[in-house]
Every structure is written in C-alpha cells, then in structure tokens.
C-alpha cells in the first residue's frame, strides 16, 4: 500500500508543479495588468512628446479646485471647458481610455487631472505613471489640511519636475481667510511640503472673488 501510495505522488508531483506555474503565470498577468487611468497616462507621456505646446499640469486631491481655476485663468474659454460642479468627481479618467486629457487656451495645453487618493484614482497610480517630467509646469492645488497624500505627490513632483521655478503651490478657497489664518495655513505648507527650503511660491487663491488669479497667469505665461 505503502509504494502504491508513493508511485501516485510521484506521478502527480510533475501535474502539481505544472498547475503551481499556470497560477503563478496567470497572478503574474493580472498584476501586471494596467487601470484605464494608468493606459490614459502613458497616453499623456507619448502625447507630451511632440512638444507643440506648453503644457502646464494642475494637480490636487479630489474636490481642491483644479478645474474651477482652469476655468477662471483662462476667462472659461478654454477648448473643451473643464469640467466644474459640487461634485469632487466630475473629472475622470478611470473609464474612458479615449477621454480628453487637454483643455487648450491660445498657446498652452492645460491638464486638468482627476483627483487623486480616490477608489478609482489611486495616489499609487499617479507616483509611478504620472509622466511629471514630460510637463513643463505644475500647479499643485490644495485645500484644507495637508493629508500624507498630498506630501507623497508633492515630494514625487518636486524630485521629478525639469526646475522648480516651474512648480507653484495655489491654497484654494482662500475668500474670507485672515492674515493671521494665512500666516498659519503658510507656516504648516513649509513645514509640511518644504516648499521655502526648495523656494517654490505659494499663492493664496479664490475663483469667486479673483484672488491669486493674476498670479497663476504670470506663473503660466505662454499668453499670446
């Protein structure tokens, strides 16, 4: 009974193994896998590389405001208009691999990217595909509390980008704040982002009252 038993294992130990590799080969295949968001940044990094355009990024977590101050710097007469509205989702690059990844104005290409640290816009999809070295300027967008997200990005950028005089830091939603509330909101931005060591500015900004717009056009430049 005994060799029975050791000529059955023998036997099925070569079938063990060769299932053993399919399973692996298969986990292999679905990690490597991309998200529609990854496909739709490689899709950015290959159009990025004509160079035709100024292309100028606005990156910040869901519901910061990004698309609101593409919308106000460029008097809402860029080509698509981004989209705007209470939602913190209303930009999405997680379904359509066909989506539109420009709104152009005169000479500049504008990026309106989704917000990340979502379900469907994960951070860890933006440090490892986001082509930051690609894009000629950066407009990171806050609000609120600086989250672990927001340093993770922010450190991927300021190490990636060509130079930092090409990146700014805009504090959206800044109507109605004190000098005393930005003097704070200033001291936690350095501390937390390190942005006065790298001399990179900070601009306080409001898209319903026109504060800081000025501002992030002389940053873009590029105006005909």
């Known amino acids: 009974m005994v060799g029975n038993a050791e000529k059955e294992i023998e036997i099925m130990w070569p079938f063990a193994i060769a299932i053993g590799a399919v399973v692996a080969i298969a986990a292999a295949i679905g990690s490597a896998k991309k998200t529609v968001l990854e496909e739709n940044f490689e899709r950015l990094s290959r159009l990025l590389d004509d160079g035709r355009a100024l292309s100028v990024a606005v990156i910040g977590q869901a519901g910061a405001g990004k698309s609101s101050l593409i919308d106000t710097v460029t008097d809402g007469k ?106 704070e909101i200033l001291a936690d931005i350095n501390t937390r982002l390190i942005c006065g060591r790298n001399n990179i500015s900070v601009v306080f900004y409001s898209s319903r009252y026109g504060y800081g717009v000025d501002a992030v056009k002389r940053f873009v430049g590029g105006w005909n």
């Open 78 to 183: 860029s080509q698509p208009r981004p989209k705007t509205g209470q939602g913190t989702d209303a930009t999405d690059w997680s379904r359509d691999i066909k989506v539109e990844l420009f709104n152009r104005y005169q000479d500049v290409r504008f990026i309106d990217t989704p917000g990340y640290g979502t379900a469907t816009h994960s951070t860890k999809s933006y440090l490892e595909y986001l082509p930051i070295r690609k894009i000629d300027k950066i407009i990171f967008v806050i609000k609120g509390k600086i989250r672990e997200d927001d340093e993770k990005m922010f450190k991927k950028i300021a190490q990636d980008i060509k130079e930092r005089r090409n990146l700014i830091i805009v504090r959206a939603y800044a109507e109605n704040m004190t000098e005393a509330e930005k003097k």
